[in-house]
């Protein structure tokens, strides 16, 4: 569903928006992610998917809350995300199930993620487990899925993602 997001959940998905950004031509055939994990009102992880292969966003950023201290007062906490959580096993175990693990109350997406193992099953399955799953909408979705251009028409088309100039 998607719902107009408070300030604070702008500010928070802007910064995911940011750090996702860090991992930008080094974790094809993936997505760029970024995740922020916040309690109370404060930020106590967040992360990027650094790598093919590598831990995803959401799981740097729980780590990162985890060695903050924050590990089992996850309980309630909210993560903001620039795209959906995967479900699926791959070379790294779905990140809906750490989510879950972790008591993660509410999670903030900007993007769905359009990839046939995933496509909407990852807010279906959190929502199933009893966390708050919110979307963005507007300029902040806009701005998810432009991020990931190349990887929607990959998953999508299974075309590379091609700008084209041409001067004369």
């Not at 999670?107 to 359009?114: I, M």
Request: aromatic share 6%.
């Amino acid at each position: 569903m998607c719902v107009p997001l408070s300030e604070a959940d702008r500010h928070f998905l802007e910064r995911a928006l940011a750090l996702a950004e860090r991992g930008r031509g080094l974790t094809s055939p993936n997505p760029v992610v970024g995740a922020v994990v916040v309690v109370d009102g404060r930020i106590v992880g967040e992360g990027f998917h650094a790598a093919a292969g590598q831990d995803h966003a959401e799981i740097v950023a729980l780590k990162d809350a985890a060695a903050a201290g924050y590990g089992d007062r996850l309980r309630g906490a909210t993560i903001y995300v620039t795209l959906e959580p995967c479900c699926h096993h791959g070379r790294t175990p779905p990140c809906t199930d750490a989510l879950i693990g972790a008591g993660v109350a509410r999670v903030v997406v900007a993007a769905e993620d359009p990839s046939a193992w995933v496509n909407g099953r990852g807010i279906e399955q959190l929502r199933a487990a009893g966390v708050v799953v919110e979307q963005a909408e507007g300029d902040l979705a806009y701005k998810a899925r432009r991020q990931n251009d190349a990887f929607r028409k990959h998953v999508t088309q299974g075309l590379p993602f091609v700008t084209y100039k041409y001067a004369m």
